[in-house]
Every structure is written in structure tokens, then in C-alpha cells.
């Protein structure tokens, strides 16, 4: 084998490996925050559910299947404004809210918020609340 297919032999196999590694370190964090018992809700900046908790889900009386790709008026009366979440993008840290939680059985519940953004390469690319308290 000449020694310039050789490298490149090598180089796709280091790059395959760092991709399977990369693939089963995300598997592993998803499956983490999924099965947490922390009340995760991850949304977009359209206001879509892209990721729940069990244990939110639970609380609210769906399944994460029936969660995920609905809007959040699903489970929040009152969702973010949009200044809302541009102030969460300008905190270092979490902040906290109050918003009542809606039920899968229509009841509605006020409830203490942590919210904060993700950032992607300097950007919001989501956001996330965390239920801390039922109120």
C-alpha cells in the first residue's frame, strides 16, 4: 500500500472512532437528563418542545411522546415572551419565574420556574426551564 492511502486509511479510522465516541457520549447524556429526576422541558425559539424529562412528562400527565414537537402553550398558560427570553440570554446564571403549569386534565398550577438559554456558537438555540417548586 503506497503511504499516502495508508495515511488516509488512518486518518477515516481516527475519524470514525472520534464520530462513534461523540455518538455514544450524546446517547449517554440524553439518556441521563431523560431518565433524571429533575422536571426538564427544552424548547426552540418557536416556542416547540424538543426534549422533556420523564419525570416532567409524568408530572404533567403525558408521555414525552406526546410532548415533543407540540408548542408550549401545551403545558405552559402563560409561555416566555420573547423579551423574556432575551433577558435569558443577557443572565450569567438561571432565573426564575412563575407560570402556571397545564395539566393534561386542563388543570392549571402555578408553578416556580428556573429558565435559561443554550447557546450555540454565541446564539440562542434553546431554551429550558426547570420545575423547581409546586406552588
Not at 446517547?27 to 426538564?40: A, D, P
Not at 418542545?49 to 416532567?56: E, H
Not at 401545551?74 to 438561571?94: G, H
Request: charged letters at 25%; proline letters at 4%.
Amino acid at each position: 500500500m503506497e503511504p499516502l492511502i495508508q495515511e488516509y486509511e488512518l486518518e477515516k479510522s481516527v475519524d470514525e472512532l472520534i464520530q462513534k465516541e461523540l455518538q455514544e457520549e450524546t446517547f449517554l447524556i440524553h439518556e441521563f437528563f431523560k431518565n433524571s429526576s429533575v422536571n426538564i422541558l427544552i424548547f426552540d425559539k418557536a416556542n416547540q418542545i424538543i426534549f422533556v424529562s420523564n419525570s416532567f412528562a409524568k408530572l404533567v400527565g403525558y408521555t414525552p411522546f406526546e410532548l415533543v414537537g407540540e408548542n408550549l402553550s401545551k403545558v405552559l398558560a402563560n409561555p416566555p415572551s420573547e423579551e423574556e427570553k432575551i433577558d435569558w440570554e443577557r443572565a450569567e446564571n438561571f432565573t426564575s419565574s412563575v407560570r402556571e403549569l397545564v395539566l393534561s386534565t386542563g388543570e392549571k398550577i402555578p408553578t416556580l420556574f428556573y429558565s435559561n438559554s443554550i447557546k450555540e456558537f454565541g446564539t440562542i438555540a434553546f431554551n429550558s426551564l426547570v420545575v423547581n417548586a409546586i406552588l
